[in-house]
């Protein structure tokens, strides 16, 4: 093992920054290479390997930047995810101790960097009210409309976060696209002038809608992750078409925009989607081995979400299951299988 030399120059890291992007930044600052300093910090510690979250490698990076050990240690109180891993017998979500987990890393705003590019997993979404900027990986501007993009930063760090949804969780992404089909046709709406403030060609991807369009999307993902209105939606014995009638007319009338026929088209594919994998989750068995014995409904619904890309199943409550006579669907994974499962965004969302 090789002391370590504390670098020259120093940079204190920001909120929620991974170990990689504090690196990057720290090389930079010094007029060195990533591979150097990760040269050094592994000779420091006795490793050939580089592994990011190896404590040693986090411990290293602090003293070779002259900072207290724990700096580069996320705060999990503030800033881990909301989880519905099993791990106390339920469901629900919750920051789970066992878990620590943390939201996938992020492109974080440039100003609280120090100009310099690095990422976050700090909790929140994409906008920094410090410096009126929003930063993802698609996109980095200066935002105009600061009342209502901080406004849905706070839903999304006190209301949304407690109820599992990340920047990558999907919900944001099946919002995004159903804010563009419902003001995607109207030229005279914010969300142009906007992407056009920005320097930025027309919005047309969802990902580009999340950015131009973020006060409404966060307001379209308010309502469909809230327990009541998604499960009243997901009630499978309802007929698709009025059900999809229904998150139309909400989205629209939450945008004060004309409900469209392209956005009922979506609405009523995204409900027949979910309504399909809720018939899924209540055909669902305990085991993959047991032939009657049922999954119970709150788990039912999260694996049945993962497994059918149908992010709105887990907001719903597990009473949407009413008809566990249906035939056997599937088998359930061990608890451990499914708690590991990464969330991806529907494919409806996606398009
Ligand atoms: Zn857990
Ligand atoms: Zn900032």
Same mark, same amino acid.
């Given at each position: 093992? *090789? ?12 909120? @929620?920054?991974? *170990? ?12 060195? *290479? ?70 996938? =890393?992020? $492109? ?9 590019? %690095?990422? %976050?997993?700090?909790?929140?979404? @994409? ?18 409309? %600061? ?11 006190? $209301?949304?976060?407690?109820? @599992? ?37 027309? =919005? ?101 979400? !993962? ?11 597990? $009473?949407?299951?009413? !008809? ?8 359930? =994974?061990?608890?451990?299988? *499914? ?13």
């Amino acid at each position: 093992m *090789t002391p370590l030399r504390t670098l020259p120059l120093s940079i204190a890291p920001i909120d @929620g920054e991974t *170990t990689d992007g504090y690196l990057r930044r720290l090389a930079v600052v010094n007029y060195t *290479t990533v591979a150097e300093v990760r040269h050094a910090v592994l000779a420091s510690i006795g490793r050939a390997t580089w592994n990011t979250f190896d404590p040693r490698v986090g411990a290293a990076i602090a003293r070779l930047a002259d900072i207290p050990a724990a700096s580069l240690e996320p705060s999990f109180e503030e800033h881990g995810v909301w989880v519905r891993c099993g791990h106390d017998g339920r469901w629900r979500p919750r920051q789970c101790e066992r878990c620590r987990r943390f939201t996938n =890393p992020r $492109r974080a705003c440039s100003a609280c960097a120090e100009g310099l590019a %690095t990422e %976050t997993v700090a909790r929140g979404g @994409g906008y920094c009210a410090r410096h009126r900027q929003w930063a993802t990986d698609a996109h980095e501007f200066a935002v105009d409309d %600061t009342w209502g993009y901080g406004k849905a930063e706070a839903i999304v760090s006190d $209301r949304l976060w407690p109820r @599992g949804v990340s920047l990558s969780t999907g919900e944001l992404q099946l919002s995004a696209a159903l804010c563009r089909t419902a003001i995607g046709e109207d030229p005279a709406v914010q969300v142009r002038r906007r992407s056009r403030a920005a320097g930025r060609p027309e =919005p047309r991807t969802y990902v580009d809608f999340l950015a131009f369009a973020y006060p409404e999307v966060v307001a379209i993902t308010d309502l469909i992750t809230t327990r009541a209105f998604v499960s009243r939606l997901l009630d499978p014995s309802a007929s698709v078409i009025i059900k999809g009638k229904q998150l139309s007319a909400a989205v629209a009338k939450l945008l004060s925009a004309p409900d469209n026929d392209e956005l009922r088209e979506l609405s009523i594919r995204i409900v027949g989607h979910a309504h399909e994998a809720v018939v899924y989750a209540e055909g669902l068995r305990r085991t993959r081995q047991a032939k009657q014995v049922l999954c119970p409904p709150a788990r039912a619904l999260i694996v049945a979400a !993962n497994r059918r890309r149908a992010c709105l199943l887990r907001h719903a409550s597990p $009473r949407v299951l009413r !008809n566990r006579a249906r035939p056997r669907s599937d088998g359930t =994974p061990p608890p451990s299988v *499914t708690r590991n499962e990464p969330l991806v965004p529907d494919v409806l969302a996606l398009r």
